[in-house]
């Protein structure tokens, strides 16, 4: 496969992802500097995975990204207010969690791969990934704006 | 609540872009397949060929720090730390991968019977996928005391957000703020001027408690309480502790919920000689800034371990349910764990988990460090003191903290119901070094080195594996 089939296979799905991690704002400008990058070094048809590659690539430079911009904006506050309760309050504690334990649940809970799947894009262990669902749902069952909804 | 998760998400990608083009880019000679290893290990082939042999030698065990984890377990040297050779005093890992290493001691000690060593301010932050540094300038308004001088420089990470507290003399602090890489000034609390007996920080609100009377002039009549934001720069009085003045109450804090419990009672209480100690306690919650009282327990107690842990908040060996104010009686360990007096101390999962883990108090030089860690519900042994979470895996390390008779730095995985021995670490013997687990590694960073103290300069990382 040539690389433009080869990211055509998966460019909504990068996109989707990129959007989950960093938000709508910056997902195209994050996922174009990941392909600039990819595409400077390899060819993604000679990659065993290329899709795991492009994933990897993604999250690694969403944490980037974090270093320069702190916490994602993952939704606009406009379309926030559109949303039924407790949904507002949901968005908001995913985006303080952690880059790695978001792709964990974003890949896991939303678009519902399996945790070897989804621990085959993020590059650990599938324990590693189970240890980020944990911590994810740990932290969002703490979160004091959402326990009353979780409850 | 995974339906709540994904309900979120699918809001969130419902504003996604469209997808961007495929970039036009000079595309790369066509090469033959081979996994990502290889090929790192092929260009590093043709550097080493490229600078002769005696680099090879030189830099045999030194692979890319951002080479994976794999099956075999390795040690590897890093790119050494931007800041002198020290003792670590604060290490922890940062919300992006990154670990974090700030403060310590300078080394060698000073000789001398007054020679006291010279606190450091300064540290940096790791980067072990791309083996780099960031270095943490010290705050420049806030002098750099001697070893002792000051009763305790203490530091807390939250939410990326370091913060370091002064006490003695007059209480200043700082934060520094990873984002921003910028330090802020924190100058003395209402009431609250050389120290604080509960420290709470959540990376937005620091929360300061006295309940011991203190010293004059700067004694209290009651407990009392402060907080400042770092958004105002400010302080405010907080609500008041429902306790009685105490000494050496235990503290617990889980990021939103400050437990203090316990402690001696008395206007003497500071004094030599029989004590009375308190068996109540109260739970401060940082958001609403309340006050709960908790219901008596057990046994007073002071500077009782205190822990928030997935039963409930563990006091001085027994647990307590915050919700309907009981007691129970926690497991003990198993009989004949611990060496001398038991103690408990808490250690955390990055990302805010917690757990418990207790030991018996080092007794003696013989290096056999008798542990046990409560995970999961069950006591569980411990072949090392020092515990820390990698990935989702469990590695147990020689203790860099108190290490009499030079024992080799050692880890071990948590292996199924064992654990493995990763062997002994390629450098020499530490003492107080930064140690940090992100993902599947750890992260060894400094410290006083072999019998001598030595100073220690360097970063190593070990693959867990498995």
């Keep these: 496969m040539t690389d433009a089939e080869i990211y055509a296979k998966h460019r909504d799905a990068l996109v989707r992802y990129a959007t989950a991690l960093v938000g709508p704002d910056d997902a195209e400008d994050m996922l174009s500097t990941v392909l600039v990058r990819a595409l400077r070094r390899v060819s993604l048809g000679d990659l065993d995975d290329p899709e795991a590659y492009l994933f990897r690539a993604v999250l690694n430079e969403s944490r980037s990204f974090w270093r320069r911009a702190r916490r994602p904006v993952l939704m606009r506050a406009e379309r926030q207010h559109d949303l039924p309760d407790p949904l507002p309050e949901v968005v908001e504690a995913l985006r303080r969690l952690p880059a790695r334990q978001r792709a964990a649940t974003y890949l896991v809970y939303y678009a519902d791969l399996s945790i070897a799947d989804a621990a085959d894009l993020m590059g650990c262990a599938t324990g590693t990934v189970k240890h980020y669902l944990h911590a994810a749902r740990q932290r969002l069952r703490r979160d004091h704006r959402l326990r009353k909804d979780l409850a | ?466």
Aim: net charge negative.
């Design chain 2, 1 to 466: 609540m995974n339906d709540l998760i994904r309900d979120a998400y699918a809001a969130i990608v419902a504003e996604a872009p469209p997808a961007p083009e495929l970039p036009h880019t000079t595309a790369p000679p066509a090469r033959r397949r081979l996994p990502a290893p290889a090929i790192v290990l092929a260009a590093a082939a043709m550097v080493l060929a490229a600078v002769g042999v005696p680099y090879l030698l030189l830099a045999g065990d030194r692979g890319g720090a951002g080479a994976p984890a794999s099956g075999a377990p390795s040690w590897r040297e890093g790119a050494p730390p931007p800041f002198s050779p020290r003792t670590v005093q604060f290490a922890a890992p940062l919300s992006d991968g990154r670990a974090l290493m700030w403060g310590g001691t300078e080394l060698p000690f000073p000789t001398g019977s007054d020679a006291t060593a010279r606190r450091l301010l300064d540290g940096g932050i790791y980067d072990p996928e791309s083996d780099t540094w960031e270095r943490i300038e010290p705050p420049d308004f806030m002098p750099a005391p001697r070893e002792f001088e000051s009763e305790a420089v203490a530091a807390q990470l939250a939410d990326d957000r370091l913060m370091i507290l002064q006490f003695g003399g007059d209480l200043g602090g700082a934060v520094y703020d990873v984002g921003t890489g910028g330090w802020t000034e924190i100058t003395g609390a209402p009431g609250i001027d050389v120290t604080a007996d509960a420290v709470a920080w959540t990376g937005d609100t620091l929360v300061l408690v006295r309940l011991w009377k203190g010293e004059a002039p700067w004694d209290v009549a009651a407990p009392l309480a402060a907080r400042w934001s770092f958004d105002t720069r400010s302080w405010t009085a907080a609500a008041a502790p429902p306790l009685s003045l105490r000494l050496g109450a235990g503290t617990g804090f889980d990021g939103e919920r400050l437990a203090v419990w316990g402690g001696a009672l008395g206007e003497n209480a500071d004094l030599p000689g029989p004590a009375t100690f308190a068996a109540d306690g109260a739970i401060y919650d940082v958001a609403a800034d309340t006050w709960t009282a908790m219901e008596p327990g057990p046994a007073g107690d002071s500077h009782a371990t205190v822990a928030w842990i997935d039963e409930g908040l563990f006091v001085a060996g027994s647990l307590y349910d915050p919700d309907d104010g009981t007691w129970a009686a926690f497991p003990a360990p198993p009989a004949g764990a611990a060496v001398g007096k038991t103690i408990a101390d808490k250690w955390e999962y990055r990302d805010g988990e917690r757990q418990l883990l207790t030991t018996g108090s080092l007794v003696g030089h013989s290096g056999a460090h008798p542990a046990q860690l409560w995970v999961d519900g069950a006591w569980v042994d411990a072949p090392a003191y020092d515990v820390h979470l990698a990935g989702a895996r469990l590695v147990a390390t020689t203790r860099t903290g108190d290490n009499p008779d030079n024992l080799p730095f050692r880890a071990h995985r948590r292996d199924g119901e064992g654990w493995a021995d990763l062997g002994p670490a390629p450098f020499t013997n530490r003492m107080e070094s930064g140690v940090v687990a992100i993902d599947d590694r750890l992260v060894v960073v400094a410290g006083a080195s072999g019998r001598t103290l030595q100073p220690a300069g360097d970063t190593w990382l070990l693959d867990i594996g498995g």
